[in-house]
């Protein structure tokens, strides 16, 4: 049985715990360097919990060169494999 699809909202909940925010609202074309409080070692955290919460692997090399939102979401989702249906 394949897990359903990671999004940006599952995303952004990890982010606003680790960081220690309410809420954060992102957007597909955001990065990290837009969030205030995500910083390198943030990064790596919440990179860390998206992994755990997931049960996969992510790398910090190939997480670290992610453009946008949208590509962390894409990567997961990948690792993930093909949505149920």
Same mark, same amino acid.
């Given at each position: 049985?394949?897990?359903?699809?990671?999004?940006?909202? #599952?995303? /952004?909940?990890?982010?606003?715990?680790?960081? =220690?925010?309410?809420?954060? $609202?992102?957007? !597909?074309?955001? %990065? +990290?360097?837009?969030?205030?409080?995500?910083?390198?070692?943030?990064?790596?955290?919440?990179?860390? #919990?998206? /992994?755990?919460?997931?049960?996969?692997?992510? =790398?910090?090399?190939?997480? $670290?060169?992610? !453009?946008?939102? %949208? +590509?962390?979401?894409?990567?997961?989702?990948?690792?993930?494999?093909?949505?149920?249906?």
């Amino acid at each position: 049985m394949t897990a359903a699809a990671f999004t940006l909202d #599952e995303l /952004a909940a990890i982010a606003a715990r680790v960081i =220690g925010v309410r809420a954060l $609202a992102l957007s !597909p074309g955001m %990065a +990290a360097g837009e969030v205030p409080g995500w910083d390198s070692l943030n990064h790596t955290l919440i990179m860390l #919990e998206v /992994a755990n919460a997931r049960g996969i692997a992510l =790398g910090a090399e190939e997480t $670290a060169v992610l !453009p946008d939102f %949208a +590509a962390v979401v894409a990567l997961v989702n990948a690792r993930l494999g093909p949505p149920p249906g």
